[in-house]
């Protein structure tokens, strides 16, 4: 009995050892291709943007100035969502990066100063698309929008 069960250990052992390299190689695998995915060391180079942003002939009180490589022109990268705060757009903020250079698509969404006794705010606008070829200035460039009547015609 004792030796029957001596058998069973070493084959138990034996079965660990071969499978010992297979599961390194899998764990080996499966880390290289996490560190692959990780961080943006060759992403593109991203530039500061500021700006205002009008409505009307005033600023927009909040919403999100996004600029977007435009595909179609040949331009590809990154997004970059920048708030609007009392009619300025700032990409040096905390938690913001700013816009990569060249053809970009400019959306604008805005809407009224909060009111705490409206639960929803309705959009000041549709949302505003514009293009522009974001050629970088210094160690800041600087955009000003403003966003055309939707009820005016040309």
Same mark, same amino acid.
């Given at each position: 009995?004792?030796?029957?069960?001596?058998?069973?250990?070493?084959?138990?052992?034996?079965?660990?050892? @071969?499978?010992?390299? #297979?599961?390194?190689?899998?764990?080996?695998?499966? =880390? /290289?291709? =996490?560190? =692959?995915? /990780?961080?943006?060391?060759?992403? =593109?180079?991203?530039?500061?943007?500021?700006?205002?942003?009008?409505? +009307?002939?005033?600023?927009?009180?909040?919403?999100?100035?996004?600029?977007?490589?435009?595909?179609?022109?040949?331009?590809?990268?990154?997004?970059? %969502?920048?708030?609007?705060?009392?009619?300025?757009?700032? @990409?040096? +903020?905390?938690?913001?990066?700013?816009?990569?250079?060249?053809?970009?698509?400019? #959306?604008?969404?805005?809407?009224?100063?909060?009111?705490?006794? %409206?639960?929803? +705010?309705?959009?000041?606008?549709?949302?505003?698309?514009?293009?522009?070829?974001? %050629?970088?200035?210094?160690?800041?460039?600087?955009?000003?929008?403003?966003?055309?009547?939707?009820?005016?015609?040309?």
């Amino acid at each position: 009995m004792i030796s029957s069960m001596s058998n069973v250990n070493e084959r138990v052992r034996s079965r660990r050892r @071969s499978a010992l390299p #297979w599961r390194n190689s899998c764990l080996l695998c499966l =880390a /290289c291709i =996490a560190l =692959a995915g /990780c961080g943006q060391r060759g992403g =593109a180079h991203r530039f500061q943007v500021q700006g205002t942003v009008t409505f +009307q002939g005033r600023p927009v009180p909040s919403g999100t100035i996004r600029f977007e490589p435009d595909g179609s022109r040949g331009n590809k990268g990154p997004v970059s %969502v920048i708030p609007i705060r009392e009619g300025r757009y700032r @990409s040096d +903020q905390p938690g913001v990066k700013g816009s990569i250079k060249g053809p970009l698509a400019v #959306w604008i969404s805005g809407y009224p100063a909060r009111d705490p006794n %409206v639960e929803v +705010q309705p959009p000041l606008f549709p949302e505003y698309r514009t293009t522009v070829d974001l %050629v970088p200035q210094g160690t800041t460039t600087t955009l000003d929008f403003e966003v055309s009547d939707p009820t005016k015609s040309k």
